[in-house]
């Protein structure tokens, strides 16, 4: 399910905010999926009970803040609202599995 939310919640922020060039909007917020290329340097590379965000260089705080300020530039606002809704989704993940929102 928490796969499948990464490609859901951003069709419906496309959807919602963004549908006179839904297409190029809704490739930007999924391309933001490759940040996930940090969990090929964890040992496990997968592990169901670990918490990504705290965890992973790129879900850490200082990425996170950066993702955030890229919100704002409207070169960099879809890129930053993907990579905020990747984060919250996995902190929303943290607390579904372990009952913490990071490490």
Request: glycine fraction near 4%; charged fraction near 15%; aromatic fraction near 14%.
């Amino acid at each position: 399910m928490h796969l499948l939310l990464h490609f859901i919640v951003p069709a419906m922020v496309t959807g919602s905010f963004f549908r006179k060039e839904w297409r190029l909007s809704y490739l930007l917020l999924i391309s933001t999926m490759l940040v996930d290329l940090d969990h090929l340097a964890a040992s496990p590379i997968y592990d169901s009970q670990r918490c990504s965000i705290g965890f992973h260089p790129l879900h850490t705080f200082v990425p996170i803040a950066i993702y955030f300020a890229l919100c704002f530039p409207k070169k960099t606002r879809l890129i930053g609202i993907g990579l905020m809704i990747h984060m919250a989704l996995d902190s929303i993940d943290c607390q579904y599995t372990n009952g913490v929102w990071f490490v």
